[in-house]
């Protein structure tokens, strides 16, 4: 018994470990393609400006 008690908290630091990473790349591809529609944005703005 003492043996599974001892390794319960380093399965919750895996998991928690695993979740951040997980986290961490869900934020950083969100800001990827955020960043590119925001660099999209002016360049198509700019195509619908009728020339005077």
Do not use: C, K
Not at 1 to 9: G, I, K, L
Request: charged share 15%; hydrophobic share 50%; proline share 6%.
């Amino acid at each position: 018994m003492e043996h599974r008690a001892a390794s319960f908290p380093l399965r919750v630091m895996a998991h928690d470990v695993v979740l951040a990473l997980f986290v961490t790349v869900m934020q950083v591809q969100g800001t990827l393609i955020r960043g590119a529609e925001l660099s999209l944005s002016p360049a198509t703005a700019r195509t619908h400006v009728s020339p005077r």
